[in-house]
């Protein structure tokens, strides 16, 4: 029987590791399906992680590596190499290495920080062949920052999410030439920051509102159509323009990996993809928490790390026996704000809620309402599906009330 | 005259309007900080760019590199070139200096290579 | 000089080539692509028809039914999933009742065991049936298969026999020669006594290399999409629309991996290599799906894929001879799948009766160790084998939890892969929900050590199918 067992060791494992030591907990094991901890930050090269939370621009490996020396300094266990098969609710793990083999671990406590995977290609269903040459940005980054490889040299890339707008950027660096990024929306997905330094700076077109309709090539990609689309998304024929590349990066969502959370009949949020989860980031199961990119989505590591430390601190608590539930407030959303983790609360205490807008708004009002009445209210300029915002809400004001609702008034 | 950025100080990304007289910064709005306001100035009279590459092993595989401090952006291209043409031999630790005083930074590691 | 030369590693020269295998003869097998099941069976619909809607008294409906007799037992030895998950022709009217009518007449003079099934019937099956479903025939000898599963390890075992395979031999001649024929390629040349010509759609170019003008074939296109094994569990039967003239339509139907696949189209060209998938074509599979199976999910889609069935022009499989020594297995449009272990033995056949020995040879392996006997393996049986090489402890592919040890089988066992694609056809590396986002890196690295050659000249699917295509640092990296 282990104290806690944490499912994946890149930044909201090893985060959510050290928070539970420090609340005491030293049973401790970190299982890592990669040779080393860090996970995805290990191939992000770029800068801009850590000011948050450091006060300095940090690269991911950086990032990574404050982590993982705290991790060594406490001597909490990590087993890389280590791919965790199987989780069930009584919350026993399976798990599989080249030197143990399968092996079982009973668990009193589990952190799930299995991190995110980028959506596929098959999920877009681009018209065309099946050529050599299609990538998800992910993948390009891999064989460039971490194999040393360029996987083409005349690029175009889909979406404008962040990764792909990194990619961008950095085979450009590398000897590439990128011809467009292609947003399917009207907005990007993107940081702001990102569309100027890694597209602006290199006088690379975004095409907003456009997207891939065909792909050329036999053996290896010659080319894409890409046509702008309409309010509905649906591309205008007479906007359809050839464009010869020997690659297609694509950056058009990441989704939690929640197959283990699934095995462990957790319930998922069917908007997230993620755990529904309570403040403390416990899930439908007690004992059994979720932290990070497999919870929802960030934008930012520093908050995957802060969220990681709620789950730690917690899962330690549970561990020492403080499981009680007080109340059961869920926390809605309006047709405007699409989530918010955590979904529901379950202790009266000062809590900060996490959310995402559905599109892109300006000069709006966000509202947390109790019944009729309107407990908390905060202005922002812009809301925007690519960034994530937060409001935090007073203990006190969680007096008296039943379920919460966040929504967004545009003035 | 007048002229919009975008910061690029953190991820906050704030829409920043410089006033211009000439190549004189008068006025920033729309920053959060005051380093949005120092960016403004920059970006308008020299604006400057962290790079972050790749450098070769001897050994074999690579490490992740980064200017230790910003370089001016027209720089890039000669910075790639010289991180290009760089070898290093293992072990790497972060912070190590690889290639000093290119463009006022030095190339640092940012990984750890045994 | 070689006994047979198969030309096409499609299932039907596979299993042409894994039945010759059985006796004491030289045989080699010609492929014009990179690695086996690139045509038609590298894209169809996996099922083994029962035999119910062929033309009685046809070739295809004594070789489908033959053939469908003998999968489960060829699957058996060849260690390939098979399921007799039973299918379900169903109909929504008048006219359709009366085409299941006539199928129910067509599979009982074809000795089918078929059943007629009512709205109720139908439903208590297939709960998932749109409501307004009105009759259907019933198949439980219905069967799925993986073709390309089936082929590999068909040509796998007789590889395993002393068969031969040349990959990338793009036939380009043939010329009759003193007890045999001469095949050329720009890839050198072969010669053989006897020639089994299963080029699939360019059967009929094969055949008049030896001056035979007498096949024609054509592709048919058929676009499919592919569903996340979370969809694989909404129907259990083969679900088929009444047919029309042009085939059998859209279907649905789980696959013996777990999925669940929605096609084809069919849409007869003239491209031979147009494997694009189109606008329309994926709209069309799902509108059409969705009026008879409900709760299918577009977003769901993991991928989707076209091939292209080599049609024929006389309605029957054209399996024929007119020049000695030299046999035709053309126009194997579906059930070709279905009938693939008894055209093999009518074709063995055809070929003694032209005078080619058939001496069994003693030491014949009949089995094969299946590509899954890992992932099938029970837990103490896993260990046990993780133990002997510790490569089967590492996942590679996390979708698919593929092991490092079953990817270096793909590479290694008989026919090896040699690209990407060919991994993941053996062991479905890169086939889960991120299509190999994660692990083409570590494959590719495997390919390259295994085959010895550089990453950067590693293929999805050979030819200039490149993944990467140079160094960075100006080719000074690694």
Redesign the interface.
Known sequence: MRDLVIIGGGPAGMSAAIAAYEQGVRDILILE?DESLGGILQQCIHNGFGLHKFGEELTGPEYAWKYEQKVRELNIETKC?T?V?DITEDKVITA???????FQLQAKAIILAMGC??R????L?I??????GI??A??AQ???N????????NVVILGSGDIGLIMARRMTL??AKVHAVCELMPYSGGLARNIEQCLNDFNIPLKLSHTV???HG???LEGVTIAQVDENRRPIDATREFIPC?TLLLSVGLIP?N?LSKAAKVDLSPITNGAVVDQDRQTSIPGVFACGNVLHVHDLVDFVSEEAEIAGKAAAAYIKGNTGKKVEIPVKTDGKVRYTVPQVITVKKDITLYFRVGSVYKNVRVNVTAGDKVILSRKRPKVAPGEMESVTIKAELLENVESLTVSLEVL | MEKKLTCIVCPLGCQLTVQLNGREVVKVEGNTCPRGAEYAKNECTNPQRTVTS???CEN???VSVKTDRPIPKEKMTECMQLI??A?VKRPVAIGDVILSDVFGSNIVATQNKP | MFDVAIIGAGVVGAMVARELAKYQLKIILLEKKNDVAMGASRANSGIVHAGYDCAPGSLKARLNVEGAAMMEEVCKTLGVKFKRNGSLVIGFDEEDRKGIEKLMEKGKANGVEVQFLDQTGVRALEPNIGGNVTCALYAPTGGIVCPYDLTIAALGNAMDNGAELQRNFPVSAIEKIDGGYRISSENGEVKARFVVNCAGLYSDEIAKMVGDDSISVHPRKGEY??LDKECGGLVSNTIFRTPSKMGKGILVSPTVDGNLLLGPTSVDKEDK?D?????G??AEILSKAKEYVENLH??K?????CGLRAVGNTGDFVITSRSPGFVNAAGIESPGLSASPAIAKYIAEMLKEQGLELVENPAHIATRVSSHHFRDAS?EE??AM??EN??Y???IC??E?V?EGEILDAIRRNPGATDLDGVKRRTRAQMG??????C??YVT?LLAKELGIA??DV????????????????G???
């Open positions: 399906r190499n791919m098969l599989t290495n080249a030197q143990e083999g399968i995977r980028e596929s290609k098959g999920a269903n018209a065309g062949s099946r050529p050599a990538f998800s992910g993948t891999k064989f460039v971490m194999k040393g490889y360029l996987p083409g040299k590398e000897g309709v065909q792909i036999k053996e290896r020997d990996e197959e | 790749t450098i070769r074999g595989g690579l290009n043409k070898v | 999409i592919l290599e494997k694009d998938t189109t606008e074509g994926f577009a977003g889609a993991i991928t989707s894929f837990l896993k260990n993780i133990r510790p490569a402890g590492r996942i996390r979708c939890g092991t929900r991120c299509q190999g986002g994660f083409m890196p690295e990453y950067e293929t999805k699917c050979g030819g200039e199918s490149l993944i990467n295509v140079e160094k960075t640092k100006g000074m990296a690694q």
